[in-house]
């Protein structure tokens, strides 16, 4: 029960908009349960009407005497006595009526309970599908918030498995579990009371067994919740693997690891069958043991029958009583295993929902509309946890300015562009845009005023046009073209298939280097941003392709601000100003003729690249 209250706990924020559905999936629930009961009165009342007279009444003289069997008698009798016009009897000559009331009876109530476990089924399943839809795009959406070490520290198998996963556990439980948590309850409440009628007790003796029951439902229930957390951590490294071959392909074949990687992946689905399967057979065989202690029962039934010399109508109704009674103890037993593989996806998912960002945004933060004035690095330390990466970093750059960035690898060069973006807080000192702390704007707001291309172009599996579009929302077809255009990108984009509509593939596969790079300067000519960061744009680029875009990125980069981080020297000739890091500090700094003519680090670095003054 404690499983079960905390899935409902998490869920019942997702289930107030469809309360009318799940109010209507619970009546019809109801109804269902009650029908059993329902059917196993009137197979009685049938039954009994098809006895000859005497054997009627010397079976209602053996049974007559006991105060809750003569108040039930006395009850069905006034029921009866509406219905007998209907009801074919043993030895009375059959009326029209009784036709159609003998062979509509049981159609009816069959029809009744059918119709309600349908509608009951369909309600609640409807429901779910929304509510498990509500809850992915909530945590898909929290996940989108959370700031980038999150990343850094999760897998990408992880966060597929948690938004698809995990939630298909918790839908599972909640599209058959609340008709099942709410029809067989009371499907058993209403079959005990029909057995009592017939006697209550043999019915109670019947209920000795009932604990039996309950002893393998906890401990296989405790089974397949250990089963289910195994399976799902199979299943992320699976996922993970996955990723990992399809995104690294090249570098795959490239080494000949296709053998390693199926190899790995093999045994990653061995473990997650075995996991799998000790989850199916700790559901699978509460069943047939629930079904064994039934049937134990049904045998001390046929000896007592036997032993008292019952009727056979009664031998007939407490059997089908006794296997209906047990049904749905059985339909619990499974229902209680699949919640205790439900409670692993929902503690996972709480677990998702619980992470908050790192970055904060202060609720009085104050909106940006524009820069005037510049950027400001005021004694700025940050740490990769324990791993120093800028010390006490002091740089200003005025608005118009055009700034390289130089430095080795692990230098801060990144890190400073982070900092920037506020993808990271400074572990000390402050990041100022136009004298304003970082910490103190709208993350959105600044974040606009910037347009940034990288080394990795990040492109999605949309068209030419939307990709470019990505860069302001609402921008025209017209100003899609005419960013292209700017970036040197609209001649290759009009020989693709659909020019402008052509699908690029996941990560723009289908394009070169070039070209992906220029549709990131698309995007950000699209974007219009007077703060231009360009982080080794060019970097990986072969030298035709580097002409080309290096033209795009100087009709960017005009009448902008720039910070420039470049592994490629010689792009930097254009820059107003070049600073050069190491271990975190700025250690040189001036124009490009300048530092060529210190013979300091820079020129060193120039001199390695075949440059000269």
């Given at each position: ?5 905390q ?5 019942a ?14 009546f019809?629930?109801?109804l269902?349960?009650?029908s ?18 005497e ?23 006034n ?13 009375d ?21 059918g ?61 058959s ?5 709410v ?13 009592c ?12 067994l009932?604990p039996?029951c309950?002893i ?9 919740r250990?089963?289910?957390?195994k ?14 071959m399809?995104?690294g392909?090249?570098?795959?074949k490239a ?14 689905s ?24 039934s049937?134990i ?19 007939v ?11 749905p103890?059985?339909?619990l ?34 909106p ?28 200003s ?55 940034l291309?990288?080394?990795e172009?990040?492109l ?13 929302a609402g ?31 996941e990560r ?30 060019t970097?990986?680029l ?7 875009v290096q ?26 100003r ?14 490009f003729d ?20």
């Amino acid at each position: 029960m404690h499983k079960l209250r905390q899935i409902f706990a998490f869920v019942a924020p997702y289930l107030k908009p469809y309360w009318g559905r799940i109010v209507a999936g619970i009546f019809f629930g109801i109804l269902f349960g009650a029908s059993n009961g329902l059917v196993l009165w009137a197979t009685k009342t049938m039954l009994d009407r098809l006895v000859p007279p005497e054997a009627a009444m010397a079976t209602t003289a053996e049974t007559a005497g006991n105060w809750f069997t003569d108040t039930a008698a006395s009850i069905q009798e006034n029921i009866l006595i509406t219905l007998d016009p209907w009801l074919p009897r043993m030895g009375d000559e059959l009326t029209m009526m009784q036709i159609i009331g003998g062979l509509l009876v049981f159609p009816l109530l069959v029809g009744l309970r059918g119709s309600s476990k349908f509608l009951g089924a369909y309600c609640l399943a409807w429901a779910s599908e929304r509510v498990i839809n509500d809850l992915r795009v909530t945590v898909f959406n929290n996940l989108s918030r959370l700031s980038i070490p999150f990343f850094n520290r999760a897998t990408t198998g992880d966060l597929i498995t948690r938004i698809n996963g995990d939630a298909l556990l918790l839908q599972t439980c909640l599209a058959s579990g609340v008709g099942i948590l709410v029809s067989e309850p009371v499907a058993i409440i209403s079959i005990f009371t029909g057995l009592c009628l017939i006697d209550w007790e043999l019915t109670l003796g019947m209920l000795v067994l009932f604990p039996i029951c309950v002893i393998p439902i906890v401990y296989f229930g405790k089974k397949a919740r250990k089963a289910t957390g195994k399976r799902v951590a199979a299943n992320i490294d699976q996922s993970s693997l996955a990723v990992e071959m399809f995104s690294g392909m090249r570098v795959i074949k490239a080494f000949g690891l296709e053998g390693a990687r199926v190899d790995r992946f093999r045994e990653l689905s061995r473990q997650l069958i075995r996991q799998t399967m000790k989850t199916v057979r700790s559901r699978e065989i509460v069943g047939p043991l629930v079904e064994t202690v039934s049937m134990i029962g049904i045998g001390a039934l046929i000896l007592y029958v036997v032993h008292t010399e019952r009727s056979m109508p009664d031998l007939v109704v407490f059997f089908t009583g006794v296997i209906m009674f047990y049904t749905p103890i059985r339909k619990l037993a499974r229902l209680h295993v699949r919640i205790e593989e439900a409670s692993v996806g929902a503690r996972r998912l709480m677990n998702v929902l619980d992470e908050k960002p790192d970055i904060l945004e202060r609720p009085e933060a104050r909106p940006v509309t524009g820069f005037e004035q510049g950027i400001e690095f005021n004694g700025i330390s940050f740490a990769y946890e324990d791993e120093p990466v800028l010390i006490g970093l002091d740089l200003s750059i005025p608005k118009g300015t055009k700034l390289g960035i130089v430095g080795e690898s692990g230098s801060g060069k990144s890190t400073l562009i982070n900092l920037l973006f506020r993808f990271h807080d400074p572990d000390l000192g402050t990041i100022r845009l136009d004298k304003h702390d970082l910490r103190d704007l709208s993350i959105r707001g600044f974040r606009e005023q910037m347009a940034l291309v990288s080394q990795e172009v990040v492109l999605f599996d949309l068209s030419v046009a939307e990709n470019i579009a990505l860069g302001q929302a609402g921008c025209s077809r017209d100003q899609v073209e005419a960013a292209a255009r700017h970036a040197h990108a609209h001649e290759f984009i009009t020989a693709l298939p659909k020019g402008y509509d052509t699908r690029i593939g996941e990560r723009g596969v289908t394009l070169s280097g070039g070209q992906r790079q220029r549709l990131a300067i698309a995007r950000a000519f699209v974007r219009d941003a007077p703060i231009l960061v360009l982080d080794e744009a060019t970097a990986a680029l072969d030298s035709k392709a580097e002409g080309e875009v290096q033209g795009a990125i100087d009709r960017l980069s005009k009448n902008r601000t720039v910070l420039c981080i470049a592994h490629r020297l010689s792009t930097l000739r254009s820059m107003d100003r070049v600073i050069v890091l190491s271990h975190g500090k700025i250690i040189e700094e001036g124009n490009f003729d300048e530092l060529m003519a210190q013979a300091g680090v820079f020129s060193g670095l120039a001199r390695a690249q075949g440059i000269t003054a």
